[in-house]
């Protein structure tokens, strides 16, 4: 990308390891901290590597100024922003081209996970200070983001984890490190949700679509380790034991211990194959236990007598979510009624029909709508609004349903959730929190612990040995 | 009541979707007609203005002495900027460039730079102390949708027609800017699980998230984009890439290589 006379003759040696001691598929150290500032609603620190992120949330709050609201959800607010002292060459206080558009596209990150149509009217705003910059700041920014909504309660479909990949010395690394930003050949980030969506993607540099598989590929694997490392954090600050569903879980001692051999950090790429097997075993086995709890919810459904009509109505919902026919089945309404009144007049009716040869089976649907094109008569029109409101006021109402069911399935999950850390504990030779943390994320997540205690200088020591800056003075990337 | 009315029309182009076919009967891989006009500002070092649909943009392409980056003392700077002019959409606004205008004009010009467009090292006056900056202005004059493609067009078209100034500033006769590739960039809107290229106002306005890629002349990927909510697949994100390198090669050997065979 940029050629500069500073730039070390190889950024990856020849034994495979880069130049701070990683391998191509590891991340650098992150460490994460979790409610730090006491006026915000959520907040978190992050470190990774030497970047330093401080996310805080607030919200959902009354959006201002009022023409921001919206009628039907939460405005989101993303605001990324760079310390002055956070480069090596000071940046100019305020937003940069670049911080504006990094907050666009890390916004509509998280826009398909927070579940903003709960709060109509309200903004929940994440704001992000860069406080010091070591390359992949938005990655960063997005991991620790999604930890201080988590933090402030706000109502998620799940996390988002971000990660980049890029290309240097001609090799397809993970998480590019500073002098990999400056003098490596791509750069490409991305965030996705837990199911592994990608919602955010820009890529810059020189890449064949063969690169691009394969980085996508090894980015997942970046983002499972981080999502193992996220989830660790928020069960540690927020589980609490609960003890009757300890001797209710059976089977699991077999998985837990395959989960821990599975997310063992990867010592040899060609480990990498077995490791992937184990993995899809664990999940396997995840999903039986998950079966095994739906008889633990039945059971408590006979505590709460409401709660099997609930949940016929959850999978209704569910169903109607899924087929993408919560909207069909309203037009459908709207036509039945539109019909039954009597306010589409044959003729208009007629007339869409010869103007729109659709087929048969969206007739009825295709003749309202082409009838509505067709401009139908001022009396029309009249009548139909009306009809309009009402329809959209149900509207309203279907989906609010079903998304406070969602919320309450959700909920329901987080419990079960709680319940599997709180069974795995028991089979560790260790009960503790911090014990099981390590053993699951290795690495990170013992940084993660251990650094909360420790002073700052010490964060950045992984199990690699951490190489001194060589002069930081490239201008791409953070400080543009 | 707006908002209804798009409601509508989002529900006629979705179905439409469903079965293949889009409101103005083009096909998922068909641009709209695509106009290139090239050197029609005399002012400017280079300029082409792209008509796509009834899309419009033009772009000025002007070169100045100034000074270079400390870290690349013998490379030129490349400048691009965009603006929505108030005169393409009542939604546009006079002012300050927002988001989406910085977004485009960045994508704009990570094609360009990354993809090697440009040969920066000849455009290097005197090393450490001068070289030409080009300046890349991007004017919207007409959003009937898939502004990206339009502006990434007409830039490089724009670049490859101009001519350095050398005689005006006194260091030697006018030469053609020194280019390297032909980035062209594709967007394609996401619309349920497909993808279709060049995007209308109003699909645009239906599938809310699009995927621009810019690819150069060998095949590769220069610079890419996921602009809205709505999320890819991975199976998503490789299949863009074949339909965009696709449509690429296509609009290159149509509008480009005739400019580059000019010299």
């Not at chain 1, 664990?282 to 633990?296: F, N, S, W, Y």
């Not at chain 1, 007049?345 to 029909?353: G, H, R, T, V, Y």
């Not at chain 2, 890819?232 to 480009?256: H, N, P, Q, T």
Request: glycine share 6%; with cysteine; proline share 5%.
């Amino acid at each position: 990308m940029s050629s500069m006379s500073d730039k070390p003759e190889k950024l990856i040696t020849d034994d495979g390891l880069r130049l701070d001691g990683r391998r191509a598929d590891e991340i650098r150290p992150m460490k994460i901290e979790i409610g730090v500032l006491s006026r915000a609603d959520g907040s978190c620190y992050l470190e990774w590597g030497r970047n330093k992120i401080l996310v805080g949330v607030f919200g959902p709050r009354e959006a201002h100024p009022r023409r921001m609201q919206r009628a039907d959800s939460a405005v989101i607010r993303y605001k990324y922003n760079m310390a002055s002292f956070s480069v090596e060459d000071r940046a100019r206080p305020g937003p940069s081209r670049r911080s504006i558009e990094i907050s666009k596209v890390s916004r509509e990150a998280f826009e398909p996970v927070i579940m903003a149509e709960l709060f109509p009217k309200t903004a929940i705003d994440i704001y992000v200070e860069v406080l010091q910059a070591d390359a992949g700041t938005r990655t960063a920014a997005i991991n620790a983001s999604s930890i201080a909504l988590a933090d402030a309660g706000i109502p998620m479909k799940g996390l988002i984890t971000s990660c980049a990949f890029g290309k240097v010395d001609g090799q397809i690394v993970l998480d590019l490190n500073k002098e990999e930003d400056n003098y490596g050949e791509a750069d490409f980030p991305v965030a996705m949700t837990q199911d592994g969506e990608i919602t955010l993607m820009q890529m810059d540099g020189h890449l064949t679509p063969d690169e691009i598989k394969k980085g996508l590929e090894l980015v997942k694997k970046g983002c499972k380790e981080i999502l193992e490392i996220q989830q660790a954090v928020l069960r540690k600050k927020f589980e609490t034991p609960i003890e009757e569903t300890v001797e209710e879980v059976t089977d699991t001692e077999d998985t837990g211990n395959k989960v821990v051999e599975a997310e063992a950090p990867l010592e040899y790429a060609s480990e990498a194959a077995v490791v992937e097997e184990a993995l899809e075993e664990a999940e396997e086995l995840e999903e039986e236990q998950l079966c095994e709890e739906t008889v633990e919810t039945d059971a408590l459904a006979e505590e709460i007598p409401e709660f099997e009509e609930l949940e016929d109505i959850i999978k209704e919902a569910e169903a109607l979510v899924e087929e993408d026919t919560v909207e069909d089945v309203v037009e459908a309404e709207i036509e039945e009624e539109a019909l039954e009144e009597g306010t589409l007049e044959e003729d208009a009716l007629e007339e869409a029909l010869e103007e729109e040869a659709l087929e048969e089976a969206l007739e009825e649907e295709a003749e309202f709508e082409a009838s509505f094109e067709a401009a139908p008569e001022p009396e029309d029109f009249e009548e139909l609004e009306p009809i309009e409101e009402e329809v959209s006021s149900e509207v309203e109402e279907v989906e609010f349903d079903s998304e406070e069911l969602a919320y309450e399935e959700a909920q329901l999950e987080e419990e079960t959730g709680i319940e599997e850390v709180a069974s795995e504990e028991t089979f560790e030779p260790e009960p503790e929190i911090e014990s099981e943390t390590k053993t699951i994320t290795e690495v990170p997540a013992e940084e993660a612990v251990k650094a909360e205690v420790e002073p700052e200088e010490k964060k950045c020591e992984g199990p690699w040995k951490v190489v001194k800056d060589p002069s930081e003075s490239g201008s791409r990337g953070e400080n543009e | 009541m707006s908002e209804i009315i798009a409601t509508l029309k989002k529900d006629y182009i979705y179905n439409l979707m469903i079965k293949g076919k889009r409101q103005d009967g083009r096909g998922f891989k068909e641009f709209r007609d695509i106009k290139l006009e090239t050197n029609i500002i005399s002012k400017a070092e280079g300029s082409a203005k792209v008509t796509l649909g009834n899309t419009q943009v033009l772009v000025g392409v002007k070169l100045q002495p100034g000074t270079p980056f400390p870290d690349s003392q013998n490379e030129g700077v490349i400048i691009t900027n965009l603006e929505l002019n108030a005169i393409a959409s009542p939604d546009f606004e006079p002012g300050q460039p927002k988001e989406d205008a910085i977004e485009m004009a960045r994508v704009v010009d990570r094609g360009i730079r990354e993809s090697g467009a440009i040969d920066i090292k000849k455009l290097c006056i005197a090393v450490g102390e001068s070289v030409w900056i080009v300046h890349i202005d991007v004017h919207i004059l007409n959003d009937e949708g898939n502004l990206i493609d339009a502006s990434c067009l007409a830039a490089i078209a724009a670049l490859m027609t101009t001519v350095v100034p050398n005689e005006q500033y006194g260091i030697g006769t006018n030469v053609p800017l020194a280019m390297k590739g032909m980035p062209v960039g594709v967007t394609l809107a996401k619309i349920g699980s497909k993808l279709m290229v060049d995007p209308s106002l109003d699909e645009e306005a239906v599938c809310e998230t699009k995927l621009t890629i810019v690819s150069s002349s060998d095949g590769s990927i220069a610079g890419m984009q996921k602009m809205g909510p709505v999320p890819f697949s991975e199976a998503e994100v490789m299949e863009a890439i074949d339909m965009a390198c696709e449509k690429a090669a296509e609009l290159r050997g149509l509008y480009l290589k005739g400019l580059a065979n000019k010299e």
